[in-house]
């Protein structure tokens, strides 16, 4: 059975780059039937954070996907040094005592590769060695030779090699006892028996090792495929330090998104269906995804100093307010908004104002005057409710409709026709002053049908008091 899994390290907020590399993930097994693990690489102690798990799961539960499996790696930590104990016993690995800790992983200078005297070390003084309680790092013990080549196939970037004597005698397990990343994803990906790992092109050189670990511990070797990056306009690689909330999920969640066209939207970054689809639902993507519609390019996600949306997800968040379904609409928009009493008529004018709207906030801005019983007028729109005769006109209508019982409207549109025609002035004058008297906006639905979003006692008061 195809197992993926997603395996975020909690020393930030969920990057917008991991974020699509979870869906990718989601998308490739929910298409062969396969299991989704989520997995929390949480061995770097001194950099993961409470905070950075909590954030990491709220923009996960925000894009509403799921997992299937959940494990902590810091849960794991003896099946990570068993896994050391047995690439030693092979042979393959070797303790290095060296004193300056040419050790530590992040110390090895680029030219290093690796030490010889520890290399040549033999079993017997290396266990009487560690036995004596002296420190040391586990290393594996990469095979030396020109004819050495270290192969995988990538589903992306296609037939990778290297050659082995190019790769350092990297760390398994550190001085104090705690397995590398390595170690610890390779040892995890054994245990939880998954078949296909597909991550950042980030990890491309990182493959190399983790194919001579997979060997090591047996198995069967998972399949490989890694995601081109994103990048910032500029051509910088997106960062938490540098770029701050533009790489961040839940910047776009606060901003008023709907999950599913953000999932959409960062589907689209690096990848394409056929047909050059851009709105797509759940179910078109799962169809849809493959890694051949993969680019090999890294993907731009445009923001800039004023904001940090990408617009193109602005529009296509747009296109999914417009088209989702209302009933599943409805309760996203009804929190930001005050009770409503009369329920069709909320759903009549949700469904009305929403084909001009791109984000979840505009029906408590934009769209403040159908829902809430005092609104600003906007400034540009003044210009049509200032019209000569416009405010007077609107009054007078007011009047003319509280006198008449029944309300709808094909009543508000002749009592606004006559009016004008009695007056002398083009319909126009009075339609659209209307809109702006009874919304504040100078944009919306049908002027008629505006009358009837906003209701027949707000639809007097508010004509009637536009001559003040």
């Known amino acids: ?100 800790r040419a050790a530590e992983e992040s110390d090895v200078t680029s030219g290093w590769l690796f030490n010889p005297g520890m290399r040549e070390l033999t079993p017997e003084e290396s266990d009487r060695r560690a036995q004596d309680g002296e420190p040391f790092v586990l290393r594996y013990r990469v095979p030396r030779g020109e004819k050495h080549v270290v192969a995988f196939a990538d589903g992306v970037f296609g037939k990778q090699t290297k050659l082995a004597q190019d790769i350092e005698d990297f760390a398994l397990l550190r001085s104090n006892g705690m397995p590398t990343y390595h170690l610890a994803s390779c040892a995890d990906d054994v245990d939880l028996k998954i078949t296909q790992i597909i991550r950042g092109q980030d990890h491309l050189t990182n493959t190399f090792k983790h194919v001579l670990i997979f060997e090591a511990l047996g198995g069967d070797m998972p399949k490989f495929a890694h995601l081109p990056l994103l990048i910032a306009p500029d051509g910088a690689k997106l960062s938490k330090r540098k770029h701050g909330p533009v790489v961040s999920v839940t910047t776009y969640r606060d901003a008023g998104f709907l999950p599913h066209s953000y999932v959409n939207f960062l589907c689209l970054l690096g990848w394409s269906p056929k047909n050059d689809r851009e709105q797509m639902s759940r179910q078109e993507l799962i169809d849809a995804f493959g890694f051949e519609g993969i680019n090999r390019s890294n993907a731009v996600v445009n923001f ?57 906030h505009d029906f408590a801005t934009r769209g403040r005057g159908y829902f809430f019983a005092d609104f600003e007028i906007d400034p540009s729109a003044l210009d049509k409710l200032n019209q000569p005769q416009a405010r007077v006109l609107l009054a007078q209508l007011g009047e003319r409709l509280e006198q008449i019982p029944e309300f709808s409207e094909a009543i508000c549109e002749a009592e606004l026709r006559k009016l004008a025609e009695e007056r002398g002035v083009k319909p126009g004058l009075l339609i659209n002053a209307s809109r702006v008297a009874l919304t504040g906006q100078a944009v919306g639905p049908s002027a008629f049908v505006v009358f009837s979003c906003v209701g027949r006692e707000r639809v007097i008061e508010r004509l009637k008091r536009v001559r003040a």
């Open 304 to 360: 800039s100093e004023e904001s940090p949306i990408d617009p193109k997800a602005q529009w296509l968040n747009g296109q999914h307010l417009r088209t989702m379904p209302l009933d599943e609409l409805l309760p996203l928009v009804a929190p930001s908004l005050p009770p409503q009493e009369d329920a069709e008529r909320f759903r009549f004018t949700v469904d009305a104002v929403r084909q001009r709207f791109t984000s979840l």
């Open 1 to 100: 059975m195809l197992r993926v899994r997603f395996a975020p390290s909690p020393t930030g907020y969920l990057h917008i780059g991991s974020a699509r590399t979870f869906i990718f993930n989601w998308l490739y097994a929910r298409r062969h039937g396969g299991t989704v693990v989520l997995r929390l690489d949480d061995t770097d102690v001194e950099r993961n954070t409470q905070a950075s798990v909590d954030s990491i799961f709220d923009g996960l539960n925000w894009l509403n996907l799921g997992w299937d499996e959940f494990y902590r790696q810091s849960d794991r930590l003896a099946l990570h040094r068993a896994a050391a104990e047995t690439i030693l016993r092979k042979g393959l690995a070797y303790r290095d005592f060296t004193e300056a």
